[in-house]
């Protein structure tokens, strides 16, 4: 059991909010009623060549991490409407009760740690009284989940659906069949232990293994 991680230390106001980051990809999620934000769609470190030595192992409290997040074009919107539908809720009159908040991305390590840090910052500004949790940030980095385990094949067939090719684009890149890619795909997601293939394509990118080349 990995101990969760709290934030820097919680506004003197009244707790009225707490943000809460976790990783989809080890199926752990919060429970609770509560706003959810996902992060997925934003540009993840560990996915970049050019910085992934440098920040596999690093988190999003810590400053670089959360600069190249918050660089990630898309970020000002993702965090825009959290906030907007966070102090929409605490505005109703005579609420009594906490506001939640959940921050999902794959792994629970870079992108919904920055952004669940950053929410809060803007909470604070807005005088709310928040405290930020972090579901997953000690949990293990998920590029082990299919490390060697995937064939080249699979693996390829994965990034180019990764990269919206439809099936019968990729079997023609690959020089196979179409049903041969359905079962390539199909292998891919049930070695990563993925829901969906959607799923999938989340769990290789916050891992870098659809980055990196085959063979």
Known sequence: MFP????????????????????????????????????????????????????????????????????????????????????????????????????????????SVAVAEELADRLRDAHVGVETEHRHIGRPILSGVAGGLLTDH???????????RRQVEIAEALRIRPETVGRLLHRARVVLRARTLAHAVALGGESGLLDRPCG
């Open 154 to 164: 699979e693996l390829a067939t994965l990034r180019l659906f990764a990269r919206g």
């Open 4 to 111: 969760t991680c709290l934030g820097p230390s919680p506004s003197p106001a009244l707790i009225r909010t707490v943000v809460a980051s976790y990783g989809d990809g080890h199926h752990d999620a919060p429970r609770g009623d509560a706003l959810r934000i996902d992060t997925r769609s934003l540009r993840n470190p560990p996915s970049d060549p050019a910085v992934r030595e440098r920040m596999l192992h690093s988190t999003g409290l810590e400053p670089d991490v959360r600069a190249y997040v918050r660089a990630t074009p898309g970020f000002e919107k993702v965090v825009g409407r959290g906030l907007e539908r966070a102090l929409g809720l605490l505005a109703l009159p005579d609420r009594r009760f906490r506001v939640d908040v959940h921050v999902v991305c794959g792994g629970g390590r870079h992108r």
